[in-house]
């Protein structure tokens, strides 16, 4: 079984602030991370991904995530942050299913509320 | 680009209604997927299916039931709607990736 953890289910920051969201996951197997990212009425869209390779992994708007395995953890981080970052954020992580699916848990999603 | 459209972005049903909420993706994806979404609770995956007419249950199937005919279309049955249904539904699908692509979403309200 798997499962994945945001510790904080809300982040206050003020524009051009650093942030860090952070989600730890368990898995007894090989997993793949991802971040996702769910702006106001729309569905999700993938922020970024690690599925093997170099541990950072970075987005084009410039989020970063580190996959830590000896802490099973992959938080999400952007130096300075803009005020169209708002949004809903959710750690996920992906084992593979019937079919040679990969199948998907995701943790309970971090609002992160940019103020100017 | 990857398109994942879903047959509503707002449904209003009444209790023991059968509700069917559509979901179609452009991009030849093997797997397809429903969740629900609740605020606090994340998202929660109801079924998915890897292959046209193969199903398989996700954490939360009680109360659903899915079709897959073609590969494109994916469906989610409600077959007896009950008010602890109301919550917006999302569509996904992905391919050899593990990445999903995630439809707008169905925002569904049982009175």
């Given at each position: 079984?798997?499962s ?9 920051v ?5 942030v ?14 991802f971040?996702y990212?769910?702006y ?8 970024l991904?690690y599925l093997?390779?170099?541990t ?21 981080r ?16 992906s084992?593979t ?8 848990t995701f943790?309970?999603?971090?609002s ?5 | 680009d ?6 509503s ?5 009444r209790?023991?209604?059968k ?7 452009d ?33 939360i199937?009680?109360?659903?039931s ?19 249904q109301?919550?917006m ?23």
């Amino acid at each position: 079984a798997q499962s994945v953890t945001q510790l904080d289910s809300q982040v206050p920051v003020f524009e051009e602030a650093p942030v860090e969201l952070r989600c730890n996951y368990s898995s007894s197997v090989s997993v793949y991370l991802f971040w996702y990212v769910q702006y106001p009425n729309q569905g999700l869209q993938l922020l970024l991904k690690y599925l093997s390779g170099s541990t950072l992994v970075e987005s084009i708007n410039g989020f970063e995530a580190e996959f830590n395995k000896s802490q099973t953890s992959f938080h999400l981080r952007k130096p300075s942050v803009h005020i169209s970052d708002t949004a809903e954020y959710f750690c996920a992580v992906s084992r593979t299913g019937a079919g040679g699916s990969y199948i998907p848990t995701f943790g309970r999603g971090t609002s992160l509320i940019v103020h100017p | 680009d990857v398109k994942v459209t879903q047959s509503s972005r707002y449904l209003v049903k009444r209790t023991g209604e059968k509700v069917f909420l559509e979901c179609v993706q452009d991009m030849d994806h093997e797997n397809m997927f429903w969740y629900r979404q609740d605020p606090g609770l994340g998202l929660r995956l109801i079924y998915f299916s890897y292959d046209v007419k193969m199903k398989e249950k996700g954490d939360i199937p009680e109360g659903y039931s899915v079709s897959r005919e073609k590969k494109e279309r994916f469906s989610l049955i409600l077959e007896s709607a009950s008010t602890n249904q109301t919550s917006m539904y999302l569509c996904a699908s992905s391919a050899d990736s593990a990445t999903q692509y995630f439809g707008p979403g169905t925002r569904l309200t049982v009175l």
